[in-house]
């Protein structure tokens, strides 16, 4: 058991899974996932889709904000970024799928990166408020620039092919975004093992500190804004493909607050929090929508009514949550995890 | 060439009026910074609460707009004072983030409370002023934009002097200052925040009312909560006066932006011209042009 777990190498102290027993627990999520299509409903399968392409977006915006220390209200204008770009590239130029998602997720990562750049004079709340701004210019361009993206009326996006087999329905999309999922999990949490990482966090930490010990601030912020822009990016690109519409209506400041809510809640820093915040997020308004819907039949039309308690319900679990438990359901994972990992110890 | 000065002038004194409502929020929003640094992303909700609880207590309870309007400035006070209690004491030592994320959430909460209770259409104040419009130096502008302007005037200047002279005023700024010296000179901060906060929904109340009387009352009130950044940031996050200032200015610049380059750009550029406008002058001067400027310290 880990509290009798001793490492004589530091190789096997950066191991992210030290005992068998975690292993062997992954093997067996790992199956229950691989599995989980062949026995739930459509309706199912589309909300965990939906949770694996917050996911990755969820996981850019805690690299930013959780690890680097640099607040971004901005996040959902990147989505809409990666969102427009693979659309164009795959309806007016008839790129494949798997050309116009990396393309678009640089293209996002370069956008970022330039809204990154007044990074290097503010901090703190005015670079919040530079990137709010830059949430609004942007959604100003898209609705705008009709040319290029159709402004109002949006775009219709194929779905995306490979070698003739079409992934078209929510089943075929779970396997490939559940893929997508876990590369973004895996290269997240393998991002704080190397310097780069490392240098993020230094960055949120102490910033003049860092810049001492020979950090180079200005290009490790940028790059965070880069990095965290290309998972926005992706994970635009494959709600467009998803979805197949986009309109400019979804990628508002409405999302960007909503990714925040989510890192917030699941506990900033930390990847699997990422993780955590995205399910409940996710699965809190599906729950409410499916009450909302059998309580038709007794109350009448409370359609309204649902959306606003929606809103109600939202802003008050994320109060609940930073006045009671600010670290989030990252922390209380974490405390029921080592009572059950030192039982009956209390410290390791 | 008359026309074009006419032109001119008629979006510069829309933007006067228009400006005298953004101070008006601006000022409630910098005296919540300056006080508690907490950046109210609920401004725009205190807005929109006053002009809705004013428009039912005339229209739903019949009460003369007078005695409405100074009943809806003691609802908002009671609901500044609950709301800091309760929500706002707890966050104080939090990280910045997390307090964003608070007011982001109780913007929501409050936005999902008025649409339970008064819904989603449009709503209109009873006609208290007249339609005609009065002619000003060869300008038309409505009755009811040339009472909000005094009146907003009024209240920036009534309040720019309660800091200024009175003893509760002096208070304040010595709690925005810094909050220790200010315990140690006897002053009770936790009634500053309380006042700070009530202060401020006041002001955003008397806006609300203000601009539910000239544009109708709706949702979208709320985005004047968001409008009032660039404001902010023109004038320095904390100072008072560069509030005022800021509001006058981007209200100005907006209309201007709106009036010569909507043709260019093909509509909506009011909305997004003031943050074109934020990002530019946090580029130039982060502070603001009266704000003080941090200094980090290892």
């Not at chain 1, 009326?153 to 075929?172: A, C, Q, R």
């Not at chain 1, 860092?210 to 822009?229: M, N, P, Q, R, T």
């Not at chain 2, 009387?213 to 940031?233: D, Q, R, S, T």
């Not at chain 2, 201007?256 to 997004?272: E, I, R, S």
């Amino acid at each position: 058991m880990p509290c009798g777990l001793f490492h004589t190498v530091y190789k096997t102290d950066e191991h992210i899974f030290k005992t068998i027993w975690v292993k062997s627990w992954l093997v067996a999520f790992g199956f229950f996932l691989l599995l989980l299509p062949f026995f739930v409903s459509n309706y199912v399968l589309y909300v965990c889709n939906m949770i694996s392409i917050f996911i990755v977006g969820a996981i850019g915006l805690n690299i930013l904000t959780g690890f680097t220390g640099q607040i971004s209200i901005g996040h959902g204008a990147f989505v809409a970024v990666g969102a427009y770009t693979s659309a164009i590239l795959t309806t007016k130029l008839g790129f494949p799928f798997w050309i116009a998602l990396p393309i678009a997720g640089f293209f996002a990562a370069f956008i970022g990166m330039i809204f990154g750049i007044p990074s290097l004079r503010i901090k703190g709340l005015y670079l919040a408020i530079a990137t709010l701004a830059a949430q609004f210019i942007i959604d100003y361009a898209i609705v705008h620039w009709e040319r290029l993206t159709n402004g109002i009326t949006g775009i219709s996006v194929p779905s995306p092919t490979l070698f003739g087999f079409v992934f078209d329905n929510d089943k075929k999309f779970y396997y490939l975004l559940l893929g997508f999922a876990l590369v973004a999990v895996v290269s997240g949490r393998n991002l704080f093992r190397t310097r780069v990482g490392r240098a993020f966090i230094a960055i949120r930490d102490r910033d003049i500190s860092a810049e001492l010990i020979g950090v180079d601030i200005f290009k490790y912020k940028l790059l965070a804004f880069g990095i965290s822009s290309f998972y926005a990016g992706v994970a635009g690109s494959l709600w467009g493909h998803y979805t197949n519409v986009i309109t400019p209506e979804h990628f508002t400041i409405v999302l960007s607050i909503d990714y925040l809510a989510m890192i917030i809640v699941g506990g900033l820093g930390s990847i699997l929090g990422a993780v955590f915040g995205v399910v409940f997020m996710i699965i809190v308004p599906e729950l409410l929508t499916t009450v909302g819907i059998l309580l038709k039949s007794t109350f009448g039309e409370i359609t309204a009514l649902i959306s606003a308690i929606k809103g109600l319900v939202f802003g008050v679990t994320i109060i609940l949550f930073l006045v009671f438990e600010p670290d989030g359901l990252f922390e209380i994972w974490r405390r029921v995890r080592d009572y059950w990992k030192l039982w009956p110890f209390s410290y390791r | 060439m008359a026309e074009n000065i006419s032109f001119l002038a008629q979006l510069l004194l829309t933007g006067f009026v228009l400006g005298s409502v953004y101070s008006l929020v601006a000022l409630g929003f910098v005296l919540i910074y300056k006080s508690t640094s907490i950046l109210n992303f609920a401004q725009g909700e205190l807005l929109m609460f006053g002009a809705y609880v004013c428009l039912a207590l005339v229209v739903g309870f019949r009460i003369p707009f007078i005695w409405a309007f100074l009943l809806t400035l003691a609802f908002s006070f009671i609901l500044a004072v609950l709301l800091e209690r309760a929500i706002l004491r707890p966050m104080i030592g939090e990280p910045i983030i997390s307090i964003i994320m608070v007011t982001i959430a109780l913007s929501a909460v409050l936005r999902s409370l008025i649409q339970i209770v008064w819904g989603t259409e449009t709503k209109v104040f009873p006609r208290i002023f007249s339609e005609e419009p009065i002619r000003f130096l060869g300008l038309f502008i409505a009755e009811v934009h040339l009472y909000s302007l005094l009146f907003a005037l009024i209240c920036v200047v009534l309040f720019a002097l309660f800091f200024k002279f009175s003893s509760a005023g002096l208070a304040m700024r010595v709690t925005a200052f810094d909050q220790q010296i200010a315990q140690t000179l006897g002053i009770n901060i936790k009634k500053i925040f309380a006042l700070s906060w009530a202060i401020s929904a006041i002001v955003s109340s008397i806006g609300g009312i203000i601009l539910g009387n000239i544009n109708g009352i709706n949702n979208a009130l709320a985005a004047m909560g968001l409008k009032v950044f660039p404001c902010v940031i023109l004038g320095g996050l904390d100072s008072i006066l560069g509030a005022i200032i800021g509001g006058f200015s981007i209200g100005i610049l907006e209309n201007l932006a709106g009036g010569y380059l909507d043709p260019v750009f093909g509509g909506g550029v009011k909305d997004v011209a003031p943050f074109v406008f934020l990002v530019i002058i946090l580029m130039i001067k982060p502070y603001g042009l009266f704000g003080k400027i941090r200094i980090e310290r290892l």
